[in-house]
């Protein structure tokens, strides 16, 4: 117990009060595509996560509240910092992969965020990825990424109890 | 015999680009068009088979009187209630069960007992709290008594969230009985603790705003579908319960306003002259009038007064009753005159909302009735109030709770305004469903939610154009349809996966589509209609809302439902290939010359390319050619035409004219990728730089769900197709929608583009300077 509380203790966090949404639950998925793209041996990826969520986990970190705009400099390196730290992946050969942040923009409920990893390799075989998207923040938190190459396709799915997903071995 | 020929060989193929894919021979189980009759109940004399109630129909009937004082310094209710309650079932009765909801908050309850453990990594003080205080907290119904009307004890028993009353002897048919219940209970902190009603407390000036929701014992429902609903209170299936009049006094302290579900009876009690005084303009009004102004509110949250006032409502023919308390309350209103009926719009809010409340909430109200009541049956209720306190969102019967707030200095994002404004059309809503057309939220989530989110979204889009919708566009559904972590729309609502999505989303969305694209909007408004007025204050089932829209429009969607409603598929449709098909003329001097022209444009063997310099044997021997070395089977011979003679004659005189048919003849092959079958919106585009646009009903794919083809007459080459280029249907690739095809640019190219496009970026800089111009032209306008 004690343990627990001392653990916990390092990331307890001040409060924010979160309205109870009764009337329209909050999305707790977020989808994404990711391209594998020959020429760069890189993946393209543009994901899709709900604003209110975000804004609410962000303006927790921030301690003030945050708007996503979707043109401000200020709020984009918030969201650089935050993304960058949801994503580890690492190669085969245990090489971790830094994502390159791309942009962001606002489209209605939605956030979209791009991403590109270069994976310096002419395939994905044997690579990890952890995408820990809300998911610390959110019990019932889905991340759906649909992986592409050519005409290949396959969706992975990461949740709090498991977060790394291996990628497609394709070539 | 010339029918065969016709079929056999007029008609030859060329092939522009066709994918052969695996055929899969679909099986029976597979139709998407079987009947779903052998889904739903069979229809019986309470509900018909038109999807109407029967001519036997009956429901339960329950009328309430209840004393109920609200203790502020503890922060609990003390209540004593006579129920009476009626049986129009056609079995008798030997015993009630009665709802007690406040037993969620019990430390032993299912809802407390059945979640799950945090996540440790990364825990909020605000779960830490909750988790707390649900140790301690002794929530839930006390029941202090239960007796007959004469005051006799009755014999009850306590299981969960439910309260059994053992009568002495059964409630006959068509017999009815009053019985006395006394209850107490601690109210939750609404602020701590997730709730649908509670109390928000505030610091700065010690006062508390209540939300009384799900507060006294009520009947539980017993119906004809599920005898009495035994499903207990965990937490998401709100409820369903029997219409019945009230007569409730609610003893707050004296200092308090109290906004709540009926018409006040006693205004001359417990409002001030100057109150009924403005509440008489506001009834002369078009816009909201204060009762309360910001101003009154403010001084009167200074000090606290000891003494009582009883503030007493009557309400007739709804489903439940709640109420709110404070002393912090505004309250503006404004008599709203819609569909024919006068509706008190109300709102009651602490200054912490202003300006956004005074400015929004009341309008809101009276839009929402505009809209529904166009949609469904004029608003039947004489009060629609929307109160802010702690709770987001929550309906009850003419009364509704809102959430959002401005920030501490006034100002506001767009997101909260827009978030208030809906939640508001929402929740007010809410009161033509479930609260009048009194579907089971604790069996199903989306019939409820799921029809009023559609409303809701009709009403945001007559709010304002480009109104920030979240839920309705067909397209924000994509995501969802595709994700594989989802339960079809006809789940149980405590086992529904992804919520917000299932039950409030895609049936929107849904309704949305077979009102747009499948049924059309008039034949749709008709058929809703009917269904919201055949079950105005009745109880109905999925079966009667999917029965009532086949039987007024005449349209048979059962595929819809079972696509829709009864699975998880997606919609995915694909344009596989595209075939022109030519007509043979018959004249073997056309034909044989077409078919040279044809052979002539195939490419050289690579063989007989390499050797070309080789000087080949018969070169070198002439004496080695003969006949064959010369005999083309393309030439025209004596023989064909004799033969295209023979068969000219054999045609009619009808026949011989639809030889000389100048249209092109197209297969265009569909591929149904993602499952649900829906109608082929096709657009077309010719050479001659006209363009035409196809609706091919759904049942287009009755034969073949899976693949079929569909013959075009053009009068031009086709250039370019497209499938649902209006992005109406929910279509999740739209890659496959093109022919020829098209490489359709990623999102993060089109973003990498964008950021990389000078000229959009310098018209966007220059629009921006326009909009920083605009406002201020506004404001001087204004002083103006």
């Keep these: 117990m004690r343990r627990f509380l001392k653990l916990a203790g390092i990331a307890l966090v001040f409060v924010v009060s979160a309205p109870p949404q009764a009337w329209g639950h909050p999305h707790h998925v977020s989808v994404g595509m990711a391209d594998w793209i020959e020429e760069t041996q890189s993946i393209e990826m543009a994901l899709n996560v709900s604003v209110i969520d975000l804004e609410e986990v962000l303006s927790k970190r921030q301690k003030r509240a945050l708007e996503l705009d979707g043109k401000s400099k200020e709020i984009e390196k918030v969201l650089q910092k935050y993304f960058l730290s949801c994503f580890r992946i690492e190669r085969a050969d245990k090489v971790a992969i830094v994502p390159k942040w791309i942009g962001y923009e606002i489209e209605d409920d939605a956030a979209w965020i791009y991403l590109e990893i270069p994976f310096g390799r002419p395939s994905m075989k044997g690579c990890k990825i952890y995408h820990g998207v809300l998911i610390q923040e959110f019990e019932e938190q889905v991340n759906l990424l649909h992986v592409k190459r050519g005409k290949q396709r396959k969706t992975l799915k990461f949740r709090k109890r498991d977060p790394w997903q291996k990628l497609p071995a394709w070539h | ?784």
């Design chain 2, 1 to 784: 015999m010339v029918y065969r020929i016709l079929s056999t060989c007029l008609l030859s193929w060329l092939s522009l680009s066709v994918a052969q894919a695996q055929e899969i021979a679909p099986r029976y189980e597979d139709d998407p068009f079987r009947q779903l009759e052998e889904l739903l109940p069979t229809p019986n004399d309470v509900r018909a088979a038109s999807g109407a109630p029967g001519h036997r129909y009956w429901q339960q009937r329950a009328d309430y009187d209840i004393k109920v004082r609200l203790l502020e310094d503890r922060h609990a209710l003390v209540g004593e209630e006579t129920i009476t309650y009626y049986n129009r079932s056609p079995m008798p009765l030997s015993y009630l069960w009665v709802q007690l909801d406040q037993n969620r908050f019990r430390p032993d309850s299912i809802d407390r007992n059945s979640r799950v453990a945090p996540n440790f990594d990364q825990f909020y003080y605000k779960q830490l709290g909750e988790l707390l205080i649900r140790e301690d907290f002794q929530g839930g119904h006390q029941i202090t008594r239960v007796a007959d009307a004469e005051g006799a004890d009755l014999d009850h028993a306590i299981i969960g969230t439910m309260l059994r009353i053992d009568l002495p002897q059964a409630l006959a048919p068509g017999g009815k009985t009053s019985f006395q219940i006394g209850w107490t209970y601690q109210i939750v902190d609404a602020k701590r603790i997730r709730t649908r009603g509670g109390y928000e407390y505030f610091e700065e000036d010690k006062n508390t705003i209540y939300e009384i929701a799900q507060w006294f014992p009520r009947m539980v429902a017993y119906t004809d579908v599920n005898g009495w609903q035994n499903k207990q209170f965990i937490r998401r299936g709100e409820f369903t319960l029997e219409f019945g009049d009230y007569r409730v006094a609610i003893t707050a302290p004296e200092d308090h306003i109290v906004a709540s579900t009926g018409v006040l009876q006693n205004p001359e009690e417990v409002l001030t002259e100057e109150q009924r005084e403005r509440l008489k303009k506001a009834a002369e009004a078009t816009v909201p009038q204060f009762i309360v102004t910001p101003e009154e509110a403010k001084e009167n949250e200074k000090e606290k007064a000891t003494g009582e006032k009883t503030w007493v409502f009557e309400a007739e023919n709804v489903r439940d009753f709640a109420w709110a308390s404070s002393r912090k309350f505004i309250w503006d209103a404004v008599k709203h005159r819609t569909h024919g009926n006068d509706v008190w719009a109300m709102s009651y809010f602490p200054n912490e909302g202003e300006p956004l409340w005074s400015k929004y909430s009341t309008h809101a109200i009276m839009h929402t009735l505009d809209v529904y009541s166009k949609f469904t049956f004029p608003y039947p209720y004489p009060v629609a109030i929307s109160v802010n306190g702690p709770v987001g969102g929550m309906e009850y019967p003419m009364i509704c709770f809102n959430g959002p707030r401005p920030e501490k200095d006034g100002t506001y994002t767009k997101r909260t305004k827009y978030g208030l404004i809906t939640v508001i059309i929402h929740e007010v809503g809410h009161n033509y469903f479930p609260m009048i057309v009194n579907s089971d939220e604790r069996q199903w989530t989306w019939i409820d939610e799921g029809i009023n989110s559609f409303l809701q979204f009709l009403a945001e889009r007559e709010w304002e154009p480009d109104y920030p919708s979240r839920r309705g566009p067909a397209r924000n559904m994509v995501p969802y349809m595709v994700s594989t972590d989802q339960v079809p729309i006809m789940t149980n609502s405590e086992s529904i996966l992804q919520f917000g999505h299932n039950a409030y989303g895609k049936p929107a969305t849904a309704l949305n589509i077979l009102r747009e694209t499948i049924m059309g909007r008039e034949l749709f408004d008709f058929a809703f209609k009917e269904f919201s007025r055949r079950w105005m204050f009745k109880r109905p089932e999925p079966g009667d809302f999917f029965r009532t829209m086949e039987d007024a429009s005449s349209v048979d969607l059962d595929w819809f439902w079972r696509g829709w409603f009864y699975t998880t598929n997606h919609v995915d449709l694909a344009i596989e290939g595209v075939r022109l098909l030519d007509l043979d003329t018959l004249d073997p001097d056309i034909e044989k010359a077409e078919d040279k022209a044809a052979r002539d444009l195939e490419p050289e063997d690579i063989t007989e390319e390499r050797n070309s310099d080789l000087k080949k044997r018969t070169e070198r021997f002439p004496e080695l050619v003969d006949f064959y070395n010369h005999y083309d089977p393309l030439d025209v011979t004596v023989k064909d035409r004799e033969e295209a003679k023979r068969l000219l004659e054999a045609l009619n005189d009808d026949e011989r004219a639809l030889l000389k048919t100048q249209r092109l003849f197209y297969a265009i092959d569909f591929r149904n990728v993602g499952g649900l079958v829906m109608p082929i919106l096709l657009k077309i585009k010719y050479e001659n730089g006209s363009e035409e646009f196809l609706r091919l009903p759904a049942e287009i794919w009755r034969s073949n769900s899976q693949k079929i083809s569909k013959l075009i007459l053009a009068k031009d080459r086709i250039k370019s197709l497209q499938l649902d280029p209006q992005w109406e249907t929910a279509d999740a690739d739209v890659e496959n929608n093109h022919w020829p095809s098209r490489p359709v640019k990623s999102r993060f190219r089109l973003f990498k583009d964008k950021i990389k496009n000078p000229m959009r970026e310098a018209r966007e800089e220059k629009d921006k300077a326009k909009e920083e111009e605009e406002p201020e032209k506004e404001a001087s306008k204004e002083d103006a």
